[in-house]
């Protein structure tokens, strides 16, 4: 847009009350022609705005986040000169539109910016806990890359993915759980071709135990929305970390009788079971007596009738022969937490060792708290972490 700054308007639009959105018809061209608009975030397409902008005249774009999108910003391949701001910036220029005399802007391009403090952070738009369907089960299980990811893009539609955009390019940024999806799967790939024997249980095992909950300020992961610090809720297990994934030293595995047994824990009927498993002679001769028993790499403690919670878990040696491991646990000062035994010795690889954790809870913690922790088993070459979410609710 050159670099001479032009008006700013903002929400203007002749009584059209979703002209703060850029809403498709409602910027009138007499009031933004040769302006830049800033737009609120929600309700339509980014590049959606972008478009209803620039018919209507603008020659720039100011995407401004709200409450819902929080801080997190998303590159976009706008139609026109556009500029993306966090909430709290966005709140800044609205206040300068309302007040200043003469408001104006201009849009310029400041260059790539490296090594990014704090990162990574936990995408606004992620997948959060609790489980509300099985509590036992703490969801998420990690996190990855998933924000403004450099893609291969079809050159069939336009960097927008709108029909009015004619331009033609190979390769795109995206963002979104699109994205994150094939980065997992191809650490899955990754790990299942080092280790042609692991299971899918194996592999999300060490995926999920050796993945990072520090960012590279040394600091808890902090969450896009509001750069709160977040929570196993919101990161399960931490980021992924691929290097340390070959190598985790112990896995939770499971086999697929194993998740039989988990969903008839769950009170489903045969009927729905065999249409999830695939086999017609299923059976429901075995139940836990919890879901949470099953031999998964977190844990989820929910205290209801009894103010004790106790779990059974199985680690697989997938390192060295001789290895010994000893444990640690974190928990809410309202939680004592025990696991018996305390050190696991594995003479051979493939070796099985299993451990009991009890997690008691203090009289009186208010309904509907919750809290988190972790139960770690670690030696001088690796610490197999657990998370651990905490919540007292009514029966």
């Not at 336009?158 to 995206?174: A, S």
């Not at 980021?239 to 047994?261: E, F, I, M, Q």
């Not at 988990?262 to 695939?278: G, N, P």
């Not at 922790?373 to 030696?379: D, E, H, Q």
Request: proline share 7%.
């Amino acid at each position: 847009m050159g670099s001479k700054p032009v008006e700013l308007v903002y929400n203007k639009a002749g009584g059209n009350s979703s002209s703060n959105l850029c809403l498709a018809g409602s910027l009138d061209p007499a009031i933004v022609r040769g302006k830049v608009v800033l737009c609120d975030r929600g309700i339509s397409a980014r590049v959606e705005k972008g478009a209803v902008v620039k018919e209507a005249g603008g020659v720039g774009m100011i995407l401004a986040n709200t409450a819902a999108s929080g801080e997190e910003l998303v590159a976009d391949s706008h139609l026109l000169p556009a500029v993306a701001v966090g909430r709290k910036v966005g709140d800044v220029i609205r206040q300068y539109v309302k007040t200043a005399e003469n408001p104006t802007a201009v849009l310029s391009f400041g260059g790539t910016v490296v090594n990014v403090k704090p990162s990574p952070v936990v995408a606004a738009f992620s997948s959060r806990g609790p489980n509300t369907v099985t509590p036992q089960i703490l969801k998420p299980d990690v996190i990855g890359p998933g924000v403004n990811i450099l893609a291969a893009w079809p050159q069939a539609v336009g960097p927008t993915g709108l029909e009015k955009d004619t331009r033609r390019t190979q390769f795109n940024i995206m963002s979104g759980t699109s994205m994150s999806c094939p980065h997992i799967s191809g650490l899955a790939a990754l790990l299942k071709a080092a280790h042609p024997e692991w299971s899918p249980s194996a592999i999300k095992s060490a995926l999920m135990t050796t993945a990072y909950t520090l960012d590279n300020t040394n600091s808890p992961l902090r969450d896009a929305s509001d750069y709160s610090l977040s929570t196993p809720w919101a990161h399960g297990a931490g980021h992924v970390d691929p290097h340390k994934a070959l190598s985790p030293g112990l896995v939770y595995d499971a086999t697929p009788d194993d998740y039989v047994v988990f969903l008839c824990s769950l009170d489903y009927t045969i009927e729905m079971i065999q249409v999830v498993v695939k086999r017609p002679n299923v059976t429901c001769a075995r139940k836990f007596r919890d879901p949470g028993q099953l031999n998964y790499p977190s844990f989820s403690v929910v205290f209801g009738k009894s103010r004790v919670v106790r779990y059974t878990r199985e680690l697989t040696n997938v390192g060295a022969a001789g290895s010994v491991y000893r444990v640690s646990a974190e928990a809410p000062t309202n939680v004592v937490v025990s696991v018996k035994p305390s050190n696991l010795v594995f003479r051979n690889v493939g070796d099985k060792q299993r451990y009991t954790v009890t997690f008691v809870s203090q009289k009186g913690v208010d309904l509907l708290t919750n809290g988190f922790g972790s139960v770690t088993w670690k030696n001088d070459q690796n610490q197999v972490r657990s998370p651990v979410s905490f919540t007292w609710t009514r029966v």
